[in-house]
């Protein structure tokens, strides 16, 4: 990947957003910045991969960086997941809070890392969003271009930070229910951020992604770059949380029609062949070791990634048994699981963790593309196509035979994709956003509302399914309402 000086620029650009030792909630006036001119400025803030983890970062005025934390509360507060105090004892006060589902995860002089880890970044999208069409150089299409990827990228880390401090979407209240701030201009200055509504904030990400589509490229180089396909995807996933299934069906088709415009391979690996190259026999504690990274995963449309280490190599937290109880035997996908410590694989484990892969991308890729689109089709009563999309999925996870979904009843086969999501996504991170979805459906809300640490018995009520204002937010933003 091509440097420029723009690193320079980068690193300023975030510096303004960091939250850490603010006295506002945007801060940090730089000194000596350099000036966005040219189009290999703009483009080159697209480039630095720092915007592509879901980590919380400070960039220090000369130069260095110094990461904060991972936005790993979903992860941590997902039902399908359990720790102990022996095994967990030595995370952060925060983490340790995030698991036990408390009211306030943050206290004042604590960095946010789920807020940092959306609202820095969209602080340089926004400076590409208002300056790319005022470049020196560049053609009419590249500035129009790079314009759409900053405003996707843009919309959808605003989708992840509905998804963390609002209410789950709810048409009949999304109006009045408080969503986050919106911003979109890289200022510095401004104060008395005040939260738009959930509809408006999901209004504009459906508005940023139709109206920047036409401007995206056919081809993108790298999966850290987003195209067509990436940007259909987001808009898919954003009408599968609104529950406006046709809608969602309709964007995640356009998705994968556009995957064949792309210069790389994107497709399901077949573990049936693959995992006798991933799998070690003589190192089982270590999982699928040789899975391929996120950025190199064939499965991978565009990459936006949580790192699992303190999954994989930590022995801390681990996916419940009725989780591992969804897995038939045959289903390969148990390879990326281990209930041995990952480095000797002599000690026993409370459960079993995820030791493969050691990131779980939250962005767009062909499997939550099947898994979204089979569920969406299922709830519209299209059971042939839903059972088509699942089956393409599984086939290439276990023998043919065992592949088959055997189901026949529209009830069936939404609880069966549901199931599915759990199989394919357990440990990633991703149930989080199934568990706010999933918390109000009559019908079929699985959430496991109980968990444990040490003696303790914890519960999981509805308004810990919404994250808490961070408290150094509020400090800095008195007048901002807070959650329930």
Same mark, same amino acid.
């Given at each position: 990947?091509?440097?420029?000086?723009?690193?320079?620029?980068?690193?300023?650009?975030?510096?303004?957003?960091?939250?850490?030792?603010?006295?506002?909630?945007?801060?940090?006036?730089?000194?000596?910045?350099?000036?966005?001119?040219?189009?290999?400025?703009?483009?080159?803030?697209?480039?630095?991969?720092?915007?592509?983890?879901?980590?919380?970062?400070?960039?220090?005025?000369?130069?260095?960086?110094?990461?904060?934390?991972?936005?790993?509360?979903?992860?941590?507060?997902?039902?399908?997941?359990?720790?102990? !105090?022996?095994?967990?004892?030595?995370?952060?006060?925060?983490?340790?809070?995030?698991?036990?589902?408390?009211?306030?995860?943050?206290?004042?002089?604590?960095?946010?890392?789920?807020?940092?880890?959306?609202?820095? !970044?969209?602080?340089?999208?926004?400076?590409?969003?208002?300056?790319?069409?005022?470049?020196?150089?560049?053609?009419?299409?590249?500035?129009?271009?790079?314009?759409?990827?900053?405003?996707?990228?843009?919309?959808?880390?605003?989708?992840?930070?509905?998804?963390?401090?609002?209410?789950?979407?709810?048409?009949?209240?999304?109006?009045?229910?408080?969503?986050?701030?919106?911003?979109?201009?890289?200022?510095?200055?401004?104060?008395?951020?005040?939260?738009?509504?959930?509809?408006?904030?999901?209004?504009?990400?459906?508005?940023?992604?139709?109206?920047?589509?036409?401007?995206?490229?056919?081809?993108?180089?790298?999966?850290?770059?987003?195209?067509?396909?990436?940007?259909?995807?987001?808009?898919?996933?954003?009408?599968?949380?609104?529950?406006?299934?046709?809608?969602?069906?309709?964007?995640?088709?356009?998705?994968?029609?556009?995957?064949?415009?792309? !210069?790389?391979?994107?497709?399901?690996?077949?573990?049936?062949?693959?995992?006798?190259?991933?799998?070690?026999?003589?190192?089982?504690?270590?999982?699928?070791?040789?899975?391929?990274?996120?950025?190199?995963?064939?499965?991978?449309?565009?990459?936006?990634?949580?790192?699992?280490?303190?999954?994989?190599?930590?022995?801390?937290?681990?996916?419940?048994?009725?989780?591992?109880?969804?897995?038939?035997?045959?289903?390969?996908?148990?390879?990326?699981?281990?209930?041995?410590?990952?480095?000797?694989?002599?000690?026993?484990?409370?459960?079993?963790?995820?030791?493969?892969?050691?990131?779980?991308?939250?962005?767009?890729?062909?499997?939550?593309?099947?898994?979204?689109?089979?569920?969406?089709?299922?709830?519209?009563?299209?059971?042939?196509?839903?059972?088509?999309?699942?089956?393409?999925?599984?086939?290439?996870?276990?023998?043919?035979?065992?592949?088959?979904?055997?189901?026949?009843?529209?009830?069936?086969?939404?609880?069966?994709?549901?199931?599915?999501?759990?199989?394919?996504?357990?440990?990633?991170?991703?149930?989080?956003?199934?568990?706010?979805?999933?918390?109000?459906?009559?019908?079929?809300?699985?959430?496991?509302?109980?968990?444990?640490?040490?003696?303790?018995?914890?519960?999981?009520?509805?308004?810990?399914?919404?994250?808490?204002?961070?408290?150094?937010?509020?400090?800095?933003?008195?007048?901002?309402?807070?959650?329930?």
């Amino acid at each position: 990947m091509k440097t420029y000086n723009y690193i320079k620029i980068f690193t300023v650009a975030f510096t303004l957003l960091a939250l850490s030792g603010c006295e506002k909630f945007l801060d940090i006036k730089p000194k000596g910045i350099d000036i966005l001119q040219g189009i290999k400025h703009y483009n080159g803030l697209l480039n630095n991969n720092m915007a592509l983890t879901f980590q919380n970062y400070r960039f220090l005025e000369g130069g260095g960086t110094s990461m904060l934390g991972a936005g790993d509360a979903p992860l941590i507060m997902g039902d399908d997941m359990f720790t102990t !105090p022996a095994n967990f004892g030595t995370k952060t006060r925060a983490q340790i809070a995030a698991y036990r589902w408390q009211a306030d995860i943050y206290e004042e002089n604590e960095d946010p890392n789920e807020w940092g880890a959306m609202y820095v !970044p969209i602080y340089t999208y926004n400076l590409i969003a208002n300056g790319v069409m005022s470049s020196i150089d560049g053609t009419e299409a590249k500035k129009r271009e790079l314009r759409a990827e900053a405003r996707v990228n843009r919309a959808f880390n605003y989708l992840f930070l509905v998804n963390l401090y609002a209410k789950p979407y709810n048409s009949n209240t999304a109006s009045t229910d408080l969503g986050v701030p919106l911003i979109t201009e890289a200022n510095i200055n401004a104060e008395n951020h005040t939260r738009a509504s959930v509809k408006d904030v999901y209004d504009f990400i459906v508005k940023e992604i139709e109206e920047s589509i036409p401007d995206l490229p056919n081809q993108t180089s790298v999966r850290v770059r987003l195209g067509k396909a990436a940007a259909w995807f987001i808009l898919g996933r954003t009408y599968f949380y609104m529950k406006e299934y046709t809608k969602a069906i309709t964007s995640l088709n356009n998705s994968e029609a556009a995957l064949t415009a792309l !210069p790389f391979k994107v497709e399901l690996y077949d573990y049936n062949t693959m995992m006798n190259s991933w799998f070690t026999p003589a190192l089982p504690q270590m999982g699928a070791r040789s899975f391929p990274t996120q950025f190199n995963s064939e499965e991978t449309i565009y990459m936006k990634q949580l790192v699992l280490v303190m999954l994989t190599m930590q022995n801390s937290i681990f996916v419940k048994d009725w989780v591992m109880a969804k897995f038939g035997q045959s289903d390969l996908r148990r390879k990326h699981f281990y209930d041995k410590d990952y480095m000797s694989g002599s000690m026993q484990l409370p459960g079993y963790q995820r030791a493969s892969p050691t990131s779980s991308n939250w962005g767009p890729d062909l499997p939550d593309l099947y898994l979204m689109r089979a569920e969406c089709k299922a709830r519209v009563n299209d059971l042939t196509g839903a059972k088509a999309d699942l089956e393409t999925l599984r086939v290439n996870r276990m023998p043919a035979e065992d592949a088959v979904v055997p189901v026949t009843t529209q009830d069936a086969m939404v609880r069966f994709v549901l199931d599915e999501r759990i199989r394919e996504q357990a440990g990633t991170g991703m149930r989080w956003f199934d568990m706010r979805r999933l918390a109000d459906d009559t019908q079929y809300n699985n959430l496991d509302r109980t968990r444990t640490y040490g003696t303790e018995t914890l519960t999981l009520t509805n308004n810990r399914l919404t994250l808490k204002i961070p408290a150094k937010i509020r400090l800095f933003n008195p007048n901002m309402p807070d959650n329930e």
